[in-house]
């Protein structure tokens, strides 16, 4: 009969449960340390980013600890500056995508539909191949940042347009949306209010794998050439270069391709973490 | 021959028969015969012929080729020339001088995108004497002519409509253009009906499409391919010092900073001349291009006759003066956006480039557009404040090259205009003896060095490894990889 | 991402009033076919849409880049004159729509147009591409749909901890590195510090089967192995919750033995939903193969819709997208249908 | 067909069947150890019924489990002995266990959607209980046509073939019991095996059972909490509270003489069809306890009215304190009595004679719950009106449209035909200005006090929400909060509670203190207490009368229990299949049901009283058709037992629907032959 309830509470502390687990320990301590090098890369390396020196596609070594690039750059230097790119592009890039999406997958509740309009319009970005949308859209607009940011946002859209579509209309059977309905509340305050709330677990897990997919996108355009614009680097930009070096210097590779598992690894642990939270019984 | 030539000092006779694959980078592209392309060198002089060939250290002497001999007037307002009369289409049907004079017309047009169609287009008449004689008139000088017929292919009439799609390629060379499979391969085979027969060797060459610059080498360590080309020059580097392997270059790109003279700061010459001065092409050159460079300051090589030695490193690298010459501008701190397109060596050229310039106390921004972007800025004369070019037109002649680099041209994507370049342009158009031609090109060569609105960064030849068992192969800075006379040894 | 799962509909049997349906395989298997096409019809009209839709898109968004097919033909160093000639020339000078309605009709012909740069059929370049990224992405269909129903399934087994751990590490690995980073990881791995393998080329499949394997390995296993964790993780999650469900407690309390329960009830249980994802996955591989084909430097459809972008071919992208999409579509649809053959309680018509 | 198919040499003649000696079951979770079950023993002895009562939580479940040897993780038996034929089961190997599951002992589980492979065919799941004990392909499959036969399923050759999704829930569950029958077991372990059933295929399910053990002699363990159901079936029973057995013995005994005083509440606290309303029911008070955290002594001290010192402190044991009767208590063992329940009061309440406007009417409504072009119309016709202070009660079975019915009422199911009046205003188009005054006049209970608050908003968001359409906002809402938590008896101070932290009874209260916010003339109950364990259910009963009373609310109270529905109701309205079938006061409905469904309604319900055993019941055949396709003429003609399925002359009732008309003593019902079996239901 009766079973155990699901045990909710809405604040922000419910999502901080997930750092409670040994997962979510790590993830957590990877992101920050990764995340914190990145944003004070300036400040530790005052030189910059675009330090050319003579000595070209160095291993690694103990001054440089990823060797250096093809005009004489300290790799690990430029892996954190490419973090700190990607990092800034994804956590403005990731919540973005969310907000936008998840409104999107919205609408259908309001307005039928618009809802369905938006959702067909979602189906053909899916179908879409991602990268080559991404091409696309930054060779419409340019390249660079904003652009990038454009296009990972616009191939990001459907997944969460039909997330919180699919979390919504599972919750809109729940009883009490009809209890809200029955005590006469419009259709976008039981939206907003009560739907919405319920449908958050889900997006907020979704992000977390978001932002590694983010990450990637960036990366798949610059293997295109058309992702951040040098000499400002970023991870894909450096593999993209780093390629074209493989086997005159295999390390130069990895230096980026460490930072990027890492970084894969924590947020895959982090999604992990939140799953179990949210799903916990 | 004046072309270098690899491996014809190897002892061995040449082997007759026999298949050679070459492992190129960019696809052919058969419809655009009349444009000088890069993607095109590997195989189309040993498909298509020209009257001439011009032997860039030697302009003024051409050797014949399809033509066998010709007069120019003494006026220099026409030319007589005879063609030989053993040449046959790959269809079989007799070249004649019909089929030089369609080409030629053809090479006018604006669709043929041709670089060096002010040539014909400034032909007054063309008449056919006989199958195997044309004359040629024009309406002043023609200082770009034998580049022109050295240039330009002869095609046949016949099957013109199957080089757009690639279906009928039909040249009168060594070799017949087969099995294409666009972006993958095509194959050339020997021509057994070939005016000059006996000194073809090979039978066939596999062309194998490989973008990839690892897949290139590897497809030639592991012995699949006996030559490639399209290999970046630090690759090509590593291939140094191993006798399996000959490393060489074919063509010559040239590589330059435009500047836009009608908007700041480079409407200031001592800007230009900073940013010249800025350049480091030394490491370009070592970095980028593995020291296969040709480090210049100018777009005519040091080799080029009546040419002042010094002047081809006129602004050697030396940022303290280009930072001072900023300074006498007070130009410092101006921003600088840089368009370029996505190739990997402009893209590593910008980033030593924007570092001299910061270096210099300006502030470079990139601007990474793609080829076709990067082209229809050109064409729009819309490129910005500053942009990286490359054009690939090594071993033309400075007259020639006047009108056709674009940076050179007298609407140039810098938008350089001055009554004074119009001046000495025409008087290096007009120049016929010998003296007069070389004071022309001092007295321009001083002024491209001194209002530099394009500064030369450095030319450079496409790296073409080829296993050492290959000999024979003819290569030049014009670019062409010709083959008829290679030959693979046991 | 889901289906909506058809809700089972619950007939009443027994009783006069109901109308039983009469059974019978004829019956039934007519009954399935009617309710595929009402299905189909069914759906027509939002099909329609998206590809219409994605026509649009296809046609308009190359468009909308700077330079055209024109500036690529005109060569290096063209001139105004010049470009515009070529425009002319090509039809690029008509109006959008007509360009528009133009390729539309062609299309409906069963005409794919002309590449404005290679002056080819579209279909031919497509065909002389396909084998390569079919062999690629039927072999890493192969790998993902082997390890990804294998692991699912040692994941969805009752294991030891330790069994699982490990599981779990390739699957939170995997699920996070995509093919692009797998593949450089390969090459570095399998290539470079232990040359097994070729790291880049190909080599058709009808030419040297042998050799052609090689090529493939690499790029296959990165294009695989990430699609293999999602479908692994699915099937253990699928399998882990179906083993919670009441019939496999009365299967045990039938004294069935934990190996039947696997195969016979839950593994059964969870194919629909393996399917559903496989069906998914195998159109993330065809996106993937994009950018492991640029790594590994083969010569298959992604370079070409790279190229042709690159070369604002514009032809030849928009046929490139609208196979995409239509593949999406048709592996939609498929699997529904797929999913309605497997699971009795779906119907499709529902 | 006995044992003789056995290992004969296993069974010693001085050993019961099964004997369950101080079994202990624990749950390590990361809340703590929860102990499910704590020391019990019990004893079945072949071709006996046992029946184990006890509300939700105390461990049944795990019980049975255990005797398979089939405890979900974590779930750990920490001493005891479960001896079958005297072997201990509990040291038995996995293997030895797999040959006793489903051939020695079977089990049928309770919610028969899925207890079934939805993926396999329904033969093919009887079919594999043969097969893993060895029986050959062929022959386990001519056995399932037998089984099936046996169970009572029609058309076996073709049922066969079908798949579960394609039965009704009473026929799954005699493929269940199919199953546990097939390699004739002697022991079938039941678990709740119709609770998830309506009482008129409740009733074909405890016949069957029954007539199994006639026939084949099986012992029979029945789970359940429905006290009527022992009554009608068992021989001896258990009563089970917070994991431990309470009270033990004969059923006849207990029930008449009920040593603990939680039996003998259990008993009281059910309404009863056969007593009239006026009475508040004795609830017992407060809720079942958390098997993590029993309270000292006996866990059931803190709820006992007549609980003394020792019982807070030392726990009593199970004591013979009757005749073959035990019991665990403190009070009775020392010759107490148990059965001092705090008298109910005697309510005052008449059904007003001359009732004030009615607050609703509905006219012949339908309601299409499928497409348009092929409608299913599952209201079909509807006409019924509640008044201030009045309850209509709705009975009927699972499925034949009594929510569809309320939801139309409140407008979340559009209107297909008839007429909805509210408060005097035509809401049918339920226009903006329809909806208002509906929502002000009437409101919702709902059924699942767990689905039908927002888990993520607290108890004081929820009824804030609700103030705010009434108009109540801000600070003046919060005191009105309070106050209605007070008023459905809770404390006031949980405004800032989320739901997970109140039991079930107490989010029902919420649920109410909710409906109650907009101040509305009438509520619609949706089956406001069947979620609830026996106890609670009384008090919920008890508050939604006493509010009744003081607000004056009218009611449509909805509900497939007969008994609760009497309780309540002023007036009742039988649904069949969309329709009404009869309607009238409760005291004729119940007294005279003049529709034969009625009738069978009413006899199908299982008293909670041995002495109701010797009735004859009229136990209808088959399911409810599919509002989706409806008979022809009379919609009950199907199963009736008066009608031509029994009486072949009869074919008015397959062409002409009956009216729902005044029948010759002056009762309501659609019938063509009213009051046939008005005396055969009643006792
Ligand atoms: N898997 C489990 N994990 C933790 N605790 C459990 C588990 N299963 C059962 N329990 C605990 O054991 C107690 C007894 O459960 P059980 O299922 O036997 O109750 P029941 O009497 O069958 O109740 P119901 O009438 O609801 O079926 C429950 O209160 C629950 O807390
Ligand atoms: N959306 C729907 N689509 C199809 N059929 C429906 C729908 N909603 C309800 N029905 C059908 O309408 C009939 C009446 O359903 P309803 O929920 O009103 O029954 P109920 O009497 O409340 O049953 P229960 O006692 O199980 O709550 C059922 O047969 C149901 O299958
Ligand atoms: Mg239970
Ligand atoms: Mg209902």
Redesign the interface.
Known sequence: ???E??????TASRYLQAFRQPKGIFAATVIVVLTTAAFLAPAVFPGGYDQQGRDALLPMSPEHLFGTDELGRDILVRSLFGLRTDLTLVYIAAPITMAVGTLLGLIGFVSKTTGTLIQRILDVIVGFPGLVLGICVVLVLGTGFPALLISIVVIGLPTFGRLARAALLSQQQ???V????????SRSTIVV??LL??AVDAIIVQGAVFIVHAVFLEASLSIVGLGIQPPQPSLGALLNTGMRYITQSPTYILGPIIILLLLAFAFSLLTDALNETVNRK | SSARDLGSSATSTPVKGGSVTFAVALDAIPGSVFQTLETNYPWFNNVFESLLTVDPKDPDHPKPLLASSWKVSEDNLSIDITLRDDVTFHTGRKMTADDVKYSFEQAAKPTSGSQLSFVPKAFQAMTVVSPTELKISFTGPQPSLFDFFNQTPIIDEKTASGLADGTRVTGTGPFMFTDWKPGASFTLKKYERYWNAKAVNLDSIQYVVTTDATALLSALRSGRAQIAMGITATDAKSFDGNNQYQVTGSGGTFYTFGMNTSVAPFNNPKVRQAVAYALDRDRINSQVLAKTGYVSDLYWGAATPGLNGDDVTHYSYDPDKAKQLIQEAGAAGATVPITFHGNPVVKAMFEIVANNLTEIGLAPQANNVDQPTFQAQQIAADLGTAWLQNNGQGGLSPATLLNSLPVLRKTNPSKFVSPEYDKRRQSMFTATSESDKKAALQKMTDYVLDQVWAAPIIQAPSPVVASSALHGLQLSPRGPVVLTEAYLSK | MGLALGC????????????APS?GPLVLAERTESFVLQFLTRKIPSVLFVLVVSSIVAFILPRLAPGDPAVVLAGPDPSPATVEAIRQQLGLNLPLWQQYLDWMGGLLKGDLGQSYVLHRPVGELIAGRLESTLELAALAALIMIAVGLGLGMLGGSPRSRWARSIIDVFNTTFLAVPPFLTGLLLILLLGIVIPLLPVSGEMGFFEDPGISIQFLILPATALALPQAAVVARLLQTSMLQIR????V?????????PF?ITH??VL??SFGNAVVVIGLRIGELLAGAIVVESIFARNGLGSLAVSSVQSRDYLVIQVLIMSAVFIAVVIQLLSEIVLAA????IRLGA | MTSDTRDSASVREDQPLLRVEGLQVSFPTSHGVVRAVNDISFEIGAGRILGVVGE??SGKSVTARSI?R?L?APGQVDGGKIMLHGRDLLNETEATM??????RI??V?Q?PQ???????RVGDQIA??LI??GTRKHEARQRALELLHKVG??DVE??I???P????G??RQRV?IA?AL?NEAELLIADEPT?ALDVTIQAQILKLLVDLRKDLGVAIIMIT?DMGVVAELCDEMIVMYGGRVVESGPVRTVFNNPQHPYTNALLRAVPRIDTPAGHALPAIPGSPPDPARLPGGCSFHPRCPVAVEKCRTDRPPLEVLAPSQRAACWVSASGGDVEALPMPVVRTRTTPEEPGKPILQVENVRTNVGKPRHPIWAVNGISLEVRAGETLGVVGESGCGKSTLS?TI?G?NPVGEGRITVAGRDVTRMGKED??T???TI??V???P????????TIGQSLE??LS?AGVKGHAARTRSRELLERVGLNGDHLDR???AFS?GQRQRV?IA?AL??NPKMLICDEPVS?L?VSIQAQIINLLEDLRDDLGLGYLFIAHDLSVVRHLSDRVAVMYLGRVVEMGTAEEVYGAPQHPYTAALLSSTPEPDVDARKRERIVL??????PA???SGC?F???CPIGPLFNKDREICATTPPPLAVTSNGQIAACHFAGELAAAATV
């Open positions: 009969m009766a079973r309830p699901r045990r909710f509470n809405l729940r009883e009490y009809t209890a809200a309905r029955t005590l006469g509340i209010r009560h709330p319920n | 089972p509909t619950h007939q009443v049997a027994e009783g006069t009033g109901a109308s059974s919670s469900e009441d019939f407690d009365l299967a045990t309390a039938k004294g069935v033995s039947r016979k009830h059964r249980n497997l699971d009795p309680r | 939700s939580g398979m089939m979900r797999r040959d006793v599951r489903g051939k079977a089990m589980f919610d899925a207890a079934l492979n939805p993926m396999m594999e209980t893993v004990h399923i029609p073709r049922t073939e079908q798949y999704h394609e039965f009704s009473g026929m269940v199953i097939a609770t909490h939801r409140v979340i909806l208002r509906v929502t002000s409101q919702y709902f059924q699942d767990y689905a039908s608050l927002n888990p993520r908003r929400e609700a359409v989320y739901p997970y079930g649920g909710r916010a907009a979620a364990d055949a088959g399911d409810m058709p599919s396709n409806p008979p919609p003609r199907t199963r």
